[in-house]
């Protein structure tokens, strides 16, 4: 539980996020490759906690306000004082609609290779996670630059199989 709170912290307040942020206008019948934005996050810390993920996306603008998308997550992590290390892995589907310029519903669903440690060993397990939630951009300048914040609730949330420590899962970071 402590060690899932810790990563949970760690990847709120050090993970950086680079979501596509794109305008496109359908009647200026743009070409597939001006539809197209990649992004996605990328998070370390070292030490004797180290924790590293690399979850890159590719979305997709179907209109001026809704995009999808594809990514693939990696994450890392050492316990030294404990002797833990593990690797979870997986890939999600993802889905965002603007509401303006600042605002945004977002949905997700992911599907992590996670390590399940029980009194008798370890096992590994795909463990779902359904994420529906909304955030705020807040632009600076005109740049295409600005601050995101997200916040997702997972209806698939399992205490014991869960990578993360709570249904709710927060995203903070910065859109270029």
Sequence with gaps: MINKLVVALIVTILSFHAYGQKE??????????????????????????????????????????????LGVTYRYISIRDVDFNTSIYGGRVFA???????????TEYESLRNELRFGDGTRREWVPGFFVG??????????????????????????????????????????L
């Design 96 to 106: 965002r609609h603007n509401l303006g310029e600042q605002f945004f519903l977002y």
């Design 24 to 69: 496109i206008d359908i009647a200026d019948n743009p070409s597939f490759f001006d539809r197209v934005y990649v992004g996605g996050n990328v998070s370390m810390q070292f030490g004797t906690f180290t924790y590293l993920e690399l979850s890159p996306l590719a979305g997709y603008m179907i209109t001026n306000m809704f995009s999808a998308g």
């Design 134 to 175: 909304g955030g705020l951009f807040q632009p600076i300048g005109n740049s295409g630059v600005g601050f995101a914040v997200t916040a997702l609730y997972n209806f698939s949330y399992d205490e014991i199989r869960s990578p993360y420590n709570s249904p709710w899962v927060f995203r903070v970071g910065f859109t």
